[in-house]
């Protein structure tokens, strides 16, 4: 029997996103710079049993069968259309990221499960069809091939790894999700209900992320440092922050209250609800996290939702 085969299947965050227009096909065009964090699921991958199943642990995903993890190994078995090389996987998934939260942890899961069971199995696709299995999931899980900072645009297909990236020590970032589960549908809604944003608000998000994809993408990279100094600017280049408030409410007001408490500028994670704020390290994040699970336990923070929120703290890159 082979090694079952472990993954690490990182969070992520949108550090930008800028919605750029619907597309007439039920998704929005988005230019996003998007960073896994060293947070994260764990998934293990065995070939065994007649089927292929998934236990979790953790945290509670929903039904398995609309688990994207196992949707992943069903589509990686239809593109490699032999059935006798890819016998039935069972998955295992110790289930950390919040559900629901902008953090990409189900897309995340697919992405892993996807390498994972190529591993298992002992074959390969090519990255065009990697590519496109990928995309057939979710918007959201062609980033996780980058393996690291990349660009996102079109509706999530295209993805360009950004290198050499964040250099020197790893930034850390503070996660806040509230009990309240998003659904990014909703959010794309009441955007384009809303009218979109101002003109000249989309113009400033777009050129916040073209900047920043560049910068990345500079021969010497971004410096953590350089990265957290622009915190103030990142946390505004979401387009999706109106749209969002509106579907949770109080979150602009937790918003406003952590960017008070944490001294320091706020974002938010693609749909949301997960909200950011930047630090130079992962000690740093964690003085912090100390902080507000205090304040949460003592009545001095409010959030949305009818249990306390989640708070995370980690870093942006690296595996665990
Ligand atoms: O691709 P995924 O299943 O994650 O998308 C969920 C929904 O989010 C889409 O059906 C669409 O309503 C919205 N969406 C969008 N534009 C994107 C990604 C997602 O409008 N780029």
Redesign the pocket.
């Known amino acids: 029997m082979p090694e079952p085969v472990e993954r690490h299947a990182p969070a992520k965050v949108n550090l930008t996103l800028a919605v750029l227009g619907g597309r007439g096909d ?5 230019h996003s710079v998007m960073v896994p964090l060293a947070f994260g699921d764990r998934l293990v991958v065995a070939i065994e049993g007649a089927v292929d199943s998934l236990e979790v642990d953790g945290l509670d995903p929903g039904p398995n069968e609309d688990n994207l993890a196992l949707r992943a190994v069903a589509a990686a078995r239809a593109a490699l259309g032999d059935p006798s090389r890819t016998p039935p996987l069972a998955l295992r998934l110790d289930k950390r990221i919040p559900v629901a939260a902008g953090l990409a942890g189900g ?1 995340s899961d697919a992405a892993a499960a996807l390498a994972a069971a190529l591993e298992a199995w002992g074959v390969d696709l090519d990255p065009a069809t990697r590519q496109l299995v990928a995309a057939s999931l ?3 899980v062609p980033f996780f091939l980058a393996g690291g900072p990349a660009l996102v645009e079109g ?2 297909e295209r993805v360009t790894p950004l290198r050499p990236g964040i250099v020197g020590s790893p930034p850390g970032i503070l996660l806040v999700t509230p009990a309240v589960r998003s659904s ?2 909703a959010v ?2 009441a955007f384009d209900l809303a009218g979109a944003a101002t003109p000249a608000s989309a113009a400033a998000t777009r050129a916040t992320s073209v900047h920043l994809a560049e910068e990345l993408a500079r021969d010497h990279g971004l410096r953590g440092a350089d990265l957290v100094d622009r915190a103030g600017v990142l946390s505004t280049a979401n387009d999706l922050l109106a749209a969002s408030a509106v579907l949770v409410p109080r979150l602009a007001a937790l918003r406003t209250a952590l960017r008070r408490r944490l001294g320091r500028p706020v974002g938010l994670s693609g749909s949301g609800p997960t909200l950011w704020a930047l630090y130079p390290s992962e000690t740093d994040a964690a003085v912090a996290a100390t902080v507000l699970r205090e304040a949460v336990a003592t009545g001095g923070l409010e959030a949305p939702g009818a249990e306390a929120p989640t708070i995370i703290a980690t870093s942006i890159g690296g595996a665990e």
């Open positions: 039920g998704f929005h065009d988005l897309s979710g918007s959201d509706r999530g990014t549908p794309f809604a």
